[in-house]
């Protein structure tokens, strides 16, 4: 069964035509991730998704209902964690919680089942102000409340922005177990690395989705030969690798250059080419693309 259908949904604010046509399936169970640069328009997809936004063209299902015609009998079927935190900062951690169960017209106790695991972490600071929460904890706070009134589906729009990288690794500790419990969740995010950690993932930039696929399969969409460069002088071997005949892209990957060639080229020619320039400590190793590389790939490809 299908969770979400999204049928060609454009919307646009004044000049900036912030989601663009964009058509996408996610089914009920999945763990799907939309991945893409700040401004790809993923906030404003999800809105449209949460019944906050109408598009100005197409047509989105949530659960077989209408996310503009349907809104009020979709509301509560669903569970949303803003970008922004959206917890009253002057309201303790258990006011909070209570706040949105009752909205939902549930209590803490009917649904606790479901976030037992993730609000017993909280449960000894449940007297303390949200405002005065680390970041890690406000995240688990806001996942708490968005899931309160036991939604069908989930959605949290980069929930780990800004959140220290142990919190991210419990962070999507936590979403697996709950996608093992049956919650379809849609989760957007600006990092790479946590897109493998989806079943499938969407690639967007400028509102348009540019690939659909595991992430295994966007990393295979990548077909051209890839190398791993390092010198000595960094910025000196980026400005000569750019400039070599045999380049089609060259970008900075941590300590390591990645390096895009026409076919056929290989180590030894680009390490010919380096010590002919005088480069020093050159390290030069052909390697699989990761999402990353595909993202690049395509984003270069759409211009
Ligand atoms: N209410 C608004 N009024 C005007 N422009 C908007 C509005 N909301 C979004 N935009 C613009 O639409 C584009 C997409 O923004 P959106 O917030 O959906 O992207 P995003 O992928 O979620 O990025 P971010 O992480 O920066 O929020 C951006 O260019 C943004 O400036």
Redesign the pocket.
């Known amino acids: 069964m299908d969770a979400i259908q999204i049928e060609q949904v454009s919307k646009a604010?004044?000049d900036?035509q912030?989601v663009s046509d964009v058509s996408l399936t996610i089914q009920a169970g999945e763990l799907f991730g939309l991945i893409?640069p700040?401004?790809?328009?993923?906030?404003?997809l999800f809105k449209i998704l949460v019944t906050l936004l109408r598009p100005d063209q197409g047509k989105a299902v949530v659960n077989g209902l209408d996310v503009v015609r349907d809104f009020r009998k979709l509301r509560p079927l669903i569970g949303y964690m803003p970008?922004r935190f959206s917890l009253y900062p002057d309201l303790s951690v258990e006011e909070n919680l209570s706040f949105f169960a009752t909205v939902f017209g549930t209590t803490i106790a009917a649904n606790y089942e479901l976030i037992r695991d993730i609000y017993g972490q909280l449960e000894p600071f449940k007297n303390r102000r949200a405002g005065a929460l680390s970041g890690g904890m406000k995240q688990k706070l806001a996942l708490c409340c968005a899931l309160i009134h036991k939604p069908d589906v989930l959605f949290l729009d980069?929930p780990t922005t800004g959140v220290d990288a142990v919190s991210r690794k419990e962070f999507w500790e936590m979403l697996h177990r709950l996608n093992e419990r049956g919650l379809t969740i849609l989760v957007s995010t600006?990092y790479m690395d946590e897109a493998g950690q989806c079943d499938r993932i969407a690639l967007m930039q400028t509102g348009r989705i540019l690939a659909v696929d595991t992430p295994g399969g966007v990393e295979n969409l990548f077909q051209k030969p890839l190398f791993a460069v390092k010198a000595r002088d960094t910025y000196r071997l980026i400005q000569d690798l750019r400039a070599a005949p045999f380049t089609e892209t060259c970008y900075a990957f941590g300590e390591y250059l990645h390096l895009t060639t026409r076919p056929s080229v290989t180590a030894g020619t680009i390490h010919g080419y380096l010590t002919g320039k005088q480069h020093e400590f050159v390290d030069i190793k052909p390697i699989k693309a990761g999402i990353e590389d595909s993202f690049m790939a395509l984003m270069q490809d759409h211009g």
């Open positions: 604010f004044a900036t912030a893409g700040d401004g790809a328009g993923k906030t404003t970008g980069e600006p």
